[in-house]
């Protein structure tokens, strides 16, 4: 698997890749894709608003399941 992030300071979003090239055989399973580590830089609260994509092999789509979340720092 080839993972690549794209990190825009500006707009707020990371943008994180997964790929899985020439797989005739694709994954099976259930478990944790990727993670996100914040630094706190200083007091305030932010949501953190998830989405994405996925596919079988033969270009299907796999249905994903995100969470919302609100981080708080204080």
Same mark, same amino acid.
């Given at each position: 698997?080839?993972?690549?992030?794209?990190?825009?300071?500006?707009?707020?979003?990371? %943008?994180?890749?997964?790929?899985?090239?020439?797989?005739?055989?694709? %994954?099976?399973? @259930?478990?944790?894709? %990727? %993670?996100?580590?914040?630094?706190?830089?200083?007091?305030? @609260?932010?949501?953190?608003?998830? @989405?994405?994509?996925?596919?079988?092999?033969?270009?299907?789509?796999?249905?994903?399941?995100?969470?919302?979340?609100?981080?708080?720092?204080?």
């Amino acid at each position: 698997v080839t993972f690549r992030q794209d990190v825009d300071t500006v707009a707020g979003r990371i %943008a994180i890749t997964g790929i899985r090239i020439a797989a005739a055989v694709g %994954a099976s399973g @259930s478990g944790l894709m %990727a %993670a996100v580590l914040f630094d706190a830089v200083g007091v305030g @609260s932010a949501t953190l608003v998830t @989405s994405g994509t996925a596919s079988t092999p033969s270009g299907a789509p796999i249905a994903l399941v995100f969470t919302q979340a609100t981080v708080n720092v204080q």
